[in-house]
């Protein structure tokens, strides 16, 4: 199916089942305990030995001796794999460095080998027996001091883009403006600790391979995972039905499955390999940092004329950029514009996606520079952002969003948060020793569609069973799609079944880049669309204007029962949705607004976030309690980006510091208070045929500065470092009278 026009009236528009607030189903598996994840597969794969990971011991060099003599003695020990005995290896397209390294090293904890046993214990006990003896190099890890000297690069999205974004002529009109702003803001490296560590279990039946893993993206990891061990892609089959947290983590293939098939291969027995947490900070990929430079020019009345935001950031050769810049060529109006990034060379470990990747760290500069933008020209910072809203793309002024309500978003959101009750003094508002002070940020995230397939069959038995390799990690995946079914068809949810995440099924969009539930779901309706034509068919029905409801069929004055359909025997459907040139006639993005209250304590510097509220638009809800659920969670993840995460870098020896859960900080409950979450209604026609767009990275984009400017309004002081840290203020804070 190939969606070229705006979607017209279609069975989606019922919204019996599409658009309300199901629980999960998925939800009582979790509870209970019975939901399978990457290394529980006890079902299907009995007795499986365990794998070991060991990670390099150097940030830049190479392995100059490896003695493993004590370690394959060692109680338990079945087999030890390094880059010496496992054979040539490739790499996948996705992966920046080796996933096996030696013997040269590419970044600290790089795996260099795996310790198959009987048990993790003794896995874990042979490893540190392995004696390695390492030629250490010199290494890049300051981005600040690479930076200097770092070339200008293009977006990361492929092709050849231009190495600055330029409109009209940003030098002059800067120049120009009565009212500027130029200044620098930082965003550290940041680590995605979800819960569930990296995890997989393999088991080989003579050259055919099966691996259970923890893994956004099917098609993706199964593609890089023939490449890596150089085996046909159909041998492979790759399932991850249950996944614990991914935030763009577990998107490409990582070292744990890689291991873990290449364990199974050398002690011939299923072996399964949990990443430990410990490793998992500077073996796997976090959000780069950045170093952005952000420049505004506007009229005394407060009419942006010029605006330019340049950013830079690091990764291991071949890396990409953090594409930090991109909110700022579609946000706000302005007739002359600039956005350029720098990428130095890195020999730190790969940067890559983390939930929103760009817009998350780009908005954390850019609304703050609004903010700052705003009190110079002493306009309260909603009517600023009103001021500069455009409905179209700001450079290519002849291509109009699909669907833009930032305006809305600010206005409701300030009426139900209590805007108007702020004082746009800093530091005047006080609840005993408690500084108080409200913030705001405007929300946005693109949204696209991608290819997404799916295949359903209707029994009978009555059930309408769906498979696709669409992820669930966590999102309310298995609910969403299982109500597009039954909205198509016509049946209450309880009598679809979900089938999700293996190989073997049409391959869908995967879990990522907030595209997977528009993209999963409209791929669902393609082959509802197959079906519900196969079952008008045999029911002799005309296939145009057949309704689905109630469990019954009708066309015309004609009706039956859809059991009927069914009696000579089960119907599929198969289709998938592909994206046509809709997003080149339009600009698709979902927008929003985050308000924010904090406390600083006068006397200690200490931040506590009193209330949140996040206003969203972004197409049709499929269903709101979920998407609730990847609001609040995104939220969060903006309260820990504004106030506490960082990976701290050692520029000595080039790895993260604090790899850990007890040393890189993230919000606890107590940090977090009530989150309310608005959706405004309505669709959006040209983003997919189920009118919807996505939310779950909208929820965190622009929540840090939210905090951030909060936090000025509360003390005066302006901090552009992230994160918010008292040591960042303390020393000027007003008196603690």
């Known amino acids: 199916m190939k969606f070229d026009t705006p979607a017209g009236a279609n069975p989606i528009d019922r919204t019996a089942v599409v658009g309300r607030p199901h629980d999960r189903i998925d939800g009582p598996l979790k509870t209970t305990g019975t939901a399978p994840y ?8 009995r007795n499986p030995a365990c794998g070991y990971i060991l990670g390099s011991a150097i940030g830049k060099g190479r392995i100059g001796a490896m003695d493993l003599a004590e370690a394959k003695t060692a109680p338990g020990v079945l087999a030890i794999v390094t880059a ?34 009987e048990t993790f214990e003794q896995a874990r006990a042979a490893a540190a027996l392995i004696r390695v003896d390492y030629i250490r190099a010199k290494g890049r890890f300051d981005l600040a001091e690479e930076l200097k000297t770092a070339p200008l690069t293009g977006n990361s999205n492929g092709g050849s883009p231009p190495k600055e974004a330029r409109v009209g002529d940003f030098e002059q009109a800067f120049a120009a403006a009565p009212v500027t702003l130029d200044a620098t803001y930082t965003t550290p490296d940041q680590s995605h600790m979800m819960m569930e560590p990296f995890a997989s279990l393999a088991a080989w039946h003579g050259d055919e391979l099966t691996v259970w893993t923890s893994n956004q993206m099917i098609d993706w990891g199964r593609t890089d995972l023939a490449i890596t061990l150089g085996i046909p892609k159909e041998k492979i089959r790759f399932l991850s039905p249950y996944v614990g947290g991914g935030f763009g983590g577990k998107l490409f293939l990582r070292a744990d ?105 780009g908005m954390m500069a850019l609304e703050i520079a609004i903010d700052e933008m705003a009190e110079r020209l002493g306009m309260d910072p909603i009517a600023f952002r009103m001021k500069n809203d455009t409905q179209v793309d700001p450079e290519k002024p002849e291509r109009p969003f699909s669907e833009r309500n930032l305006v809305r978003c600010l206005r409701e959101g300030a009426d139900r948060f209590g805007w108007a009750r702020r004082d746009p003094r800093p530091g005047q508002v006080r609840d005993g020793r408690w500084l108080i002070g409200m913030g705001m940020a405007a929300a946005f995230r693109n949204s696209s569609l991608v290819p997404s397939g799916a295949r359903v069959r209707l029994g ?51 879990s990522g880049g907030q595209f997977g539930a528009a993209s999963s779901t409209s791929g669902v309706y393609a082959a509802c669309l197959k079906l ?125 510091v604090n790899h850990d859960l007890a040393s890189y900080e993230v919000p606890v409950h107590l940090d977090i208070p009530h989150q309310e979450v608005l959706f405004l209604d309505g669709t959006d026609d040209k983003a997919s045929p189920m009118k919807a767009k996505g939310v779950g990275e909208l929820g965190l984009c622009g929540v840090g500065a939210a905090v951030a400017n909060a936090v000025y309004n509360a003390t005066g002081v302006r901090v552009r470092d992230y994160p918010v840290t008292l040591e960042k203020h303390l020393d000027r804070l007003p008196g603690a009278a």
């Open 38 to 45: 990457a290394y529980e597969h006890h079902a299907e794969v």
């Open 84 to 117: 010496q005995d496992a054979g040539k290896l490739g790499k996948g397209k996705f992966n920046t460095a080796k996933l096996l390294g030696g013997p040269d090293i590419d970044h600290y904890h790089q795996a260099i080998a795996v310790v198959v046993a």
């Open 257 to 361: 499955a890689v291991m873990a098939a290449l364990g199974a291969r050398a002690a011939k027995r299923p072996v399964k390999v949990a990443m430990p947490r410990p490793l998992m900070a500077n073996n796997s990929t976090h959000r780069p940092a950045t170093v952005q430079r952000i420049r505004i020019g506007a009229t005394r009345e407060g009419t942006i004329t010029a605006i330019a935001h340049e950013s830079g950031s690091g990764d291991l050769p071949g890396g990409r950029p953090e594409t930090a810049v991109n909110q700022s060529k579609l946000l706000y109006a302005g007739a002359n514009r600039l956005t350029a990034m720098r990428l130095a060379v890195l020999d730190l470990p790969e940067g890559n996606a983390m939930r929103a990747p760009g817009e998350a760290p």
């Open 460 to 510: 009978r038995d009555g059930i309408l069973v769906v498979e696709t390799d669409m992820t669930d990690i966590g999102t309310g995946s298995y609910t969403i799609i299982g109500q597009t079914a039954a909205e198509m068809l016509g049946l209450p949810l309880n009598k679809v079944q979900v089938r999700l995440a293996d190989s073997r099924f049409p391959v869908s969009a995967g």
């Open 532 to 656: 519900r034509e196969a079952v008008a068919q045999r029911l002799g029905f005309n296939t145009t204007d057949a309704v689905f409801e109630g469990g019954t069929v009708k066309s015309g004055n004609r009706s039956a029962d859809l059991a009927d359909a069914t009696r000579a025997g089960d119907l599929t459907g198969e289709d998938k949705v592909e994206p046509g040139d809709l997003e080149k006639k339009y600009q698709i993005s979902t927008f929003g607004a985050h308000f924010v209250e904090v406390g600083v304590d006068a006397y200690t510097g200490v931040m506590r976030v009193r209330r949140m509220l996040a206003v969203c638009d972004a197409g049709r809800i499929l269903n709101p309690k979920t998407a609730r659920s990847q609001v609040i969670g995104a939220m969060t993840m903006g309260v820990g980006g504004a106030l506490m995460e960082e990976l701290a870098v050692d520029k000595r020896f080039g790895f993260f």
